[in-house]
């Protein structure tokens, strides 16, 4: 197929939901992306799913039915990361090589309806319904990791049995709480969005064990690390937290 061209891109994050928005449009079409990790207040922060999720909106905003749309992801591995492809029905597995600091890692990209989605040559391709004037579509996705075939698919499974808007809510939910947990600011409105933002930062760099890491796929943590995350919390009124983490 022809691959569609999205000139125009703005990314945005949902104030107090954990979600970040990307949205494109270009050729008659508008595609929105919602991405969070699934968390639940009411759960040990460890027994959250690993898991990445990505809803998908597209619109066809042009004169005529879109009767061959299909999105494709992919996956591009770091430099340093060595992976092996597999197919696993229809989701495409990726299991990466242990290294001195990670074990090994099985990666999974899948639909969470997978009937009209196939790995084809390192991509999940899905294809989707035409699209009338004026129509649109939701999908939803995910990038999931374990330590096993069987872990992997099992979480795969226990992701699909809550269902993507269900995780979405659940997380909502909890960083509504956990905001309104801590302190309020008030004045600017672009001075306050800057520290929730800030505090959204340095959440996503926290550890299930409490530590803090800016690196993605990297296995330590340092008190350089710690200092700046753990010092503002504290004064943004997350005391609770870092005491169940530092204690």
């Known amino acids: 197929g022809t691959e569609v061209r999205l000139a125009q891109q703005q990314i945005a994050w949902v104030r107090r939901s954990g979600v970040v928005r990307v949205t494109a449009r270009g050729n008659g079409l508008t595609v929105e992306t919602y991405d969070f990790a699934p968390?639940?207040?009411?759960?040990?922060?460890?027994?959250?799913?690993?898991?990445?999720?990505?809803?998908?909106?597209?619109?066809?905003?042009?004169?005529?039915?879109?009767?061959?749309?299909?999105?494709?992801?992919?996956?591009?591995?770091?430099?340093?990361?060595?992976?092996q492809f597999k197919n696993d029905r229809n989701d495409l597995v990726m299991v990466q090589r242990p290294t001195r600091a990670k074990a090994r890692t099985y990666w999974r990209l899948a639909a969470f309806d997978n009937r009209g989605s196939a790995p084809q040559d390192k991509l999940l391709v899905n294809a989707l319904a035409p699209l009338a004037p004026g129509a649109d579509s939701w999908t939803a996705y995910f990038l999931s990791s374990a330590d096993s075939p069987e872990d992997s698919a099992a979480l795969a499974a226990r992701l699909r049995g809550q269902g993507a808007a269900a995780l979405l809510d659940d997380t909502r939910d909890y960083y509504q709480k956990w905001f309104q947990s801590g302190s309020e600011f008030t004045g600017?409105?672009?001075?306050?969005?800057?520290?929730?933002?800030?505090?959204?930062?340095?959440?996503?760099?926290?550890?299930?064990?409490?530590?803090?890491?800016?690196?993605?796929?990297?296995?330590?943590?340092?008190?350089?690390?710690?200092?700046?995350?753990?010092?503002?919390?504290?004064?943004?009124?997350?005391?609770?937290r870092l005491e169940e983490h530092t204690s």
């Open 39 to 83: 968390c639940q207040w009411n759960r040990d922060w460890s027994d959250n799913p690993p898991a990445i999720i990505r809803l998908v909106h597209v619109v066809n905003q042009g004169p005529v039915t879109e009767d061959s749309l299909s999105l494709s992801f992919k996956v591009i591995p770091a430099w340093n990361v060595q992976a």
């Open 188 to 240: 600017d409105p672009k001075v306050a969005d800057l520290f929730e933002i800030q505090s959204m930062i340095y959440k996503c760099e926290e550890s299930h064990s409490g530590g803090f890491s800016p690196l993605i796929g990297y296995s330590y943590t340092w008190i350089r690390d710690n200092n700046g995350p753990i010092r503002w919390f504290l004064k943004t009124g997350h005391e609770k």
